[in-house]
């Protein structure tokens, strides 16, 4: 399968612990977007990687969250002391360069429940 | 700042009988526009997009939209749903963030019900 992996695709966890959560994207994108999902809302952008280079940054992207992309491959999405209100569907996408706007390919996503 | 709104959160049709989704959007410049799909629990696919040029689009699975930039409006289509249509729609645009990029700003979704 080529198309943008995540990993785990389920994740609960107590209040206060760290999750990490993995994306891989098609192999020849070099753009990497990161969202959220919460119940009865689309997408809401988080941040944006071209290469490694993390470009942008949501309002909504708290100091408790952190993305990686070390390599410009795979991206990492670390939240700290997570809390109730992050539990929400973890999106990742990827996209060719060469346009400033393409079409993104999304995972399937990291659904994320917070006891 | 741009936005999306889908003012249908449900409809429900019939099998086989003909679809339309509504999308206004909202933003200064030539907006690039999507319609995804997203089956519960899963990611979302792309069904069609709009760049530039016609103004008709077709996509995959028998959908079409159609650009109204009078009515900053990006309708989805189908003439004739199936059950496995059934699944929730988004919306999008795509806009240029502060780095010389783009992001995606999607409306809050339609959920598509099929009935027998």
């Known amino acids: 399968d080529t198309g943008v992996s995540q990993d785990p695709r389920h994740k609960i966890t107590k209040r206060g612990q760290n999750v990490t959560f993995r994306c891989d994207p098609i192999?020849?994108?070099?753009?990497l977007y990161w969202y959220r999902q919460t119940l009865g809302q689309g997408p809401e952008f988080l941040t944006y990687?071209?290469?490694?280079?993390?470009?942008?940054k949501s309002r909504l992207l708290s100091d408790r969250f952190s993305a990686e992309r070390p390599k410009g491959s795979f991206s990492t999405l670390e939240i700290q002391r997570t809390e109730q209100g992050d539990s929400a569907m973890y999106l990742c996408?990827?996209?060719?360069?060469?346009?400033?706007?393409?079409?993104?390919?999304f995972g399937p996503g990291t659904r994320l429940t917070v006891l | 700042a741009q936005s999306v709104t889908q003012p249908d959160i449900h409809i429900t049709v019939s099998e086989g009988a003909s679809l339309e989704l509504r999308c206004n959007y909202s933003?200064?410049?030539?907006?690039?526009l999507f319609w995804y799909v997203q089956s519960p629990g899963q990611g979302l696919q792309l069904l069609l997009k709009?760049?530039?040029?016609?103004?008709l689009v077709q996509g995959i699975k028998g959908f079409e939209a159609e650009f109204k930039r009078s009515q900053s409006s990006f309708n989805l289509r189908k003439p004739s749903v199936h059950w496995s249509d059934a699944a929730e729609y988004f919306c999008?645009?795509?806009?240029?963030?502060?780095?010389?990029?783009?992001?995606?700003?999607f409306g809050k979704g339609t959920m598509l019900l099929v009935s027998p």
């Open positions: 996408a990827s996209s060719f360069s060469g346009r400033s706007v393409n079409e993104q390919f």
């Open positions: 192999s020849e994108h070099n753009r």
């Open positions: 990687f071209q290469n490694e280079a993390q470009l942008e």
């Open positions: 933003y200064g410049a030539t907006p690039y």
């Open positions: 709009y760049f530039s040029g016609d103004t």
């Open positions: 999008a645009v795509g806009a240029l963030m502060n780095s010389g990029y783009s992001t995606l700003t």
